[in-house]
Nanobody, 124 residues
Framework: QVQLVESGGGLVHPGGSLRLSCVAS????????IGWFRQAPGKEREGVSC????????YYVDSVKGRFTISRDNYKNTVYLQMNSLKPEDTAVYYC?????????????????WGQGTQVTVSS
């Protein structure tokens, strides 16, 4: 059974850091691209970052470039999202999901397995 479990969220002050983890089970992570998404109250879910193995590529939405870093540890079947210099507008539930084409599609619909999400709150 394919399962993704996110962790690492919490409450942090502006300028602080968090590292999110996405642990996969039931499949081999290095066969998939993994995306991080977030959804704030009243807003649509948006893509934040993605990492694949097809072209060893990483992608970021403009609003997090230079602040967030995505990485993967295939031995631990885990993808991380290091988030630095956090801002209140980063507050959202963060999800990871798989792109089975290992491509980092720009369409959310192409991501087919999702975790339950982890809450990130940036507030003073």
């Amino acid at each position: 059974q394919v399962q993704l479990v996110e962790s690492g969220g919490g409450l942090v002050h502006p300028g602080g850091s968090l590292r999110l983890s996405c642990v996969a089970s039931g499949f081999t992570l290095d066969d998939y691209a993994i995306g991080w998404f977030r959804q704030a109250p009243g807003k649509e879910r948006e893509g934040v970052s993605c990492i694949n193995t097809r072209h060893v590529g990483t992608y970021y939405v403009d609003s997090v470039k230079g602040r967030f870093t995505i990485s993967r540890d295939n031995y631990k079947n885990t993808v991380y999202l290091q988030m630095n210099s956090l801002k209140p507008e980063d507050t959202a539930v963060y999800y990871c999901a798989t792109d089975p084409q290992n491509y980092c599609s720009d369409r959310i619909i192409d991501f087919d397995s999702w975790g339950q999400g982890t809450q990130v709150t940036v507030s003073s």
